[in-house]
């Protein structure tokens, strides 16, 4: 199977504790996206681009978010029951101003990764790149052949702009607009919204779109079994998830290396447990990471937190700890 990207992944590497399964550490476990790939494998693609936060009129840096994530995750140890081999299929580059193209190369290569198996990880770059993400699930075997797919987003804005020019503001307006082209509805929620960062114009449109949400205010860690009816009662409606993760739904304080910071945020501790829920759910196909910002970053806060919600993801287990254990 040849899965073409425009940049081939970089060799990772990492702290080496010696050879075995009791020191394996991500990076020991990478390797590029081989022509006869193993259905089931995780797979990773890097989307570079800056291009959407430049016009959202944000802070440029997000173009050197899958650089920084890759960093963070390469020694991250590994569980006993973690993945053996994860594949690494480079990154999909934004070129001077053509995002529409590159999103529509990262749908490409999200649709074939599926459609062979694989539970699919892309990292970010702006926001901009769930609409990518967005077209390889919409065109994939499963979704052609009448499986729900939903959107679950965790993040501080809608991000249903209806500006003419797409941008990291609009890519969920932009799968509703698709979705309505193809007579379905986009089965669209959110947790994490900042009530002062959206405008009543933004909270309308959610509303005319069936949008469901949960504000900042309400995901505070004693307000957890709320949070975890709010995402079984998205996950009941979806046979397939599309998880997408803006960082900047968190707390500055962790991650202030993001396009816009939060002034309050989501508690990691809900952040995490979110991710948790919807990999465990058995219905999780492609999770895209947005917003890491290495510019901007703090001692490589929001890489870390970036990496250890990935780990989460990939490998069901806390970073550094055997499935199940504290």
Same mark, same amino acid.
């Given at each position: &199977?040849?899965?073409?990207?425009?940049?081939?992944?970089?060799?990772?590497?990492?702290?080496?504790?010696?050879?075995?399964?009791?020191?394996?550490?991500?990076?020991?476990?990478? @390797?590029?996206?081989?022509?006869?790939?193993?259905?089931?494998?995780?797979?990773? +693609?890097?989307?570079?681009?800056?291009?959407?936060?430049?016009?959202?009129?944000?802070?440029?840096?997000?173009?050197?978010?899958?650089?920084?994530?890759?960093?963070?995750?390469?020694?991250?140890?590994?569980?006993?029951?973690?993945?053996?081999?994860?594949?690494?299929?480079?990154?999909?580059?934004? /070129?001077?101003?053509?995002?529409?193209?590159?999103?529509?190369?990262?749908?490409?290569?999200?649709?074939? &990764?599926?459609?062979?198996?694989?539970?699919?990880?892309?990292?970010? @770059?702006?926001?901009?790149?769930?609409?990518?993400?967005?077209? @390889?699930?919409?065109?994939?075997?499963?979704?052609?052949?009448?499986?729900?797919?939903?959107?679950?987003?965790?993040?501080?804005?809608?991000?249903?702009?209806?500006?003419?020019?797409?941008?990291?503001?609009?890519?969920? $307006?932009? &799968?509703?607009?698709?979705?309505?082209?193809?007579?379905?509805? $986009?089965?669209?929620?959110?947790?994490? +919204?900042?009530?002062?960062?959206?405008?009543?114009? $933004?909270?309308?449109?959610?509303?005319?779109?069936?949008?469901?949400?949960?504000?900042?205010?309400?995901?505070?860690?004693?307000?957890?079994?709320?949070?975890?009816?709010?995402?079984?009662?998205?996950?009941?409606?979806?046979?397939?998830?599309?998880?997408? +993760?803006? $960082?900047?739904?968190?707390?500055?304080?962790?991650?202030?290396?993001?396009?816009?910071?939060?002034?309050?945020?989501?508690p990691l501790e809900v952040v995490q447990h979110v991710c948790d829920l919807v990999a465990r759910?058995?219905?999780?196909?492609? /999770?895209?990471?947005?917003?890491?910002?290495?510019?901007?970053? +703090?001692?490589?806060?929001?890489?870390?937190?970036?990496?250890?919600?990935?780990?989460?993801?990939?490998?069901?287990?806390?970073? @550094?700890?055997?499935?199940?254990?504290?």
């Amino acid at each position: &199977m040849i899965l073409r990207s425009d940049a081939p992944p970089e060799p990772w590497t990492g702290r080496d504790d010696g050879p075995g399964a009791e020191h394996l550490r991500w990076h020991r476990t990478v @390797g590029p996206w081989p022509d006869d790939p193993a259905p089931g494998t995780p797979a990773l +693609i890097g989307f570079r681009s800056d291009e959407g936060v430049r016009r959202n009129r944000g802070r440029p840096g997000a173009v050197d978010g899958p650089v920084a994530l890759r960093a963070a995750l390469a020694s991250l140890a590994l569980p006993p029951d973690g993945p053996s081999t994860v594949y690494d299929a480079g990154d999909v580059v934004v /070129t001077g101003s053509d995002l529409e193209g590159a999103q529509q190369r990262l749908g490409a290569a999200v649709t074939a &990764m599926l459609d062979h198996g694989h539970p699919v990880t892309v990292l970010g @770059g702006g926001h901009e790149v769930a609409y990518g993400t967005y077209l @390889g699930v919409a065109a994939s075997a499963a979704a052609r052949g009448g499986a729900r797919c939903g959107v679950l987003n965790l993040d501080a804005h809608f991000d249903l702009r209806a500006d003419a020019t797409p941008s990291s503001g609009t890519p969920f $307006l932009q &799968m509703a607009r698709q979705e309505q082209a193809l007579g379905r509805a $986009l089965r669209y929620a959110v947790v994490g +919204i900042a009530q002062p960062s959206n405008t009543t114009a $933004l909270f309308g449109t959610a509303a005319e779109l069936g949008v469901r949400h949960l504000l900042d205010d309400e995901c505070r860690i004693a307000n957890l079994p709320d949070v975890e009816t709010f995402v079984g009662e998205f996950l009941a409606t979806v046979d397939l998830v599309h998880l997408t +993760i803006d $960082l900047d739904v968190l707390p500055a304080a962790v991650a202030p290396g993001v396009s816009a910071p939060a002034a309050f945020g989501v508690p990691l501790e809900v952040v995490q447990h979110v991710c948790d829920l919807v990999a465990r759910s058995g219905r999780l196909a492609v /999770t895209d990471v947005a917003e890491l910002n290495p510019v901007f970053d +703090i001692d490589e806060r929001t890489a870390r937190t970036a990496a250890r919600l990935v780990h989460r993801i990939v490998t069901g287990s806390p970073a @550094g700890s055997p499935r199940g254990t504290p």
